[in-house]
């Protein structure tokens, strides 16, 4: 079982000619309304992906939350770990002819008293993982508890160097856009050395440039980007996150996870919306399998000896490889 704690939100895209910048007027081509929100798009990716997935948010007793939580639960995602005192946020993507986009999110009441709880919750009920975005800390990093479930944070949404560190501290896997990898943490050197004194499995993407695994033994797998024409990028790493996490779910080891969450993101650029293009997992092992005649598997390289200490359970790089099945280029 997976526990998604984070972001519910209602997108509100607007398609735009081109992105615009201060004192700037665009007119809007498009104008569009749809469920979003990183913790709901990574559970429904993950409940796409056959795991079994618990979604635990904040939202509000109005029928438009309703409405949202009868959403995810079409999609197979448990709603019973929703809290309904808050409120259904809103967030403006502003979305460019290209794929590209802005977003403007509004602040949820994902407070850290509900992470605790939930955190709790989910080791009273034997769940495997816990996914929590960035928004959470540093104040999350406190109230997790000892022990299982595992955590996998996307740090994203850390407003700072701070709580990127202590999301690391926190968390068995982490993932991080290459924008925000820099900013708050370094070069690809740094992120090795990151990952080997936090003993975390960082998973860092870069868009059409692929993405990077360092893993807390010191080596460095690389992976390049599928080829499609996006439509839009919104939700992309959303989906990243949940397929990566129901990989692990399903037994595998990181770099295999990110191998297949890496087609699903690219596969989900090619759908108007967040939600609309998350591929299920026929879809994703029809692509692996297509392009299973030409495979290009990950790099690696080993940056550095890791110290002797033991590695947390489940954050080898082949943990347990489940899906035993050739790949096309990886995102």
Aim: hydrophobic share 45%; proline share 6%.
């Amino acid at each position: 079982m997976i526990v998604f704690c984070g972001y519910a939100n209602v997108d509100l895209t607007v398609a735009v000619p081109v992105l615009p910048g201060p004192a700037a007027r665009v007119q809007a081509t498009a104008v569009r309304r749809g469920e979003g929100g990183m913790g709901a798009n990574a559970a429904v990716a993950a409940a796409r992906m056959g795991a079994d997935v618990r979604f635990a948010g904040v939202v509000g007793p109005d029928p438009a939350s309703t409405a949202f939580l009868d959403a995810l639960a079409a999609d197979g995602v448990g709603t019973g770990w929703t809290s309904r005192t808050g409120v259904l946020t809103t967030a403006v993507v502003l979305l460019t002819p290209d794929g590209e986009r802005s977003i403007i999110s509004q602040d949820d009441l994902v407070t850290t008293e509900h992470v605790a709880a939930v955190a709790a919750q989910a080791r009273a009920a034997g769940a495997d993982w816990l996914y929590l975005d960035g928004y959470r800390f540093p104040a999350a990093a406190g109230v997790l508890g000892e022990g299982p479930p595992g955590v996998v944070v996307d740090l994203d949404g850390c407003d700072g160097p701070a709580a990127a560190r202590a999301a690391l501290a926190a968390a068995d896997h982490a993932i991080v856009g290459r924008a925000q990898a820099a900013a708050f943490l370094g070069g690809d050197d740094a992120l090795a050395a990151t990952a080997t004194e936090h003993r975390v499995n960082l998973v860092v993407t870069d868009g059409s440039r692929g993405w990077t695994l360092f893993t807390p033994d010191g080596a460095r797998h690389a992976g390049a980007a599928i080829e499609v024409t996006a439509v839009d990028a919104t939700g992309a790493g959303d989906c990243f996150a949940g397929t990566y996490c129901a990989e692990l779910d399903r037994g595998s080891g990181p770099l295999e996870a990110a191998r297949v969450a890496a087609v699903a993101a690219g596969l989900s650029c090619t759908r108007p919306g967040a939600r609309a293009g998350l591929p299920h997992r026929a879809t994703v092992l029809a692509y692996i399998d297509s392009a299973g005649a030409h495979p290009a598997e990950a790099t690696t390289a080993q940056a550095h000896t890791a110290p002797t200490d033991t590695v947390r359970p489940g954050t080898g790089p082949d943990a347990s490889p489940a899906l035993a099945r050739r790949h096309g280029e990886e995102t």
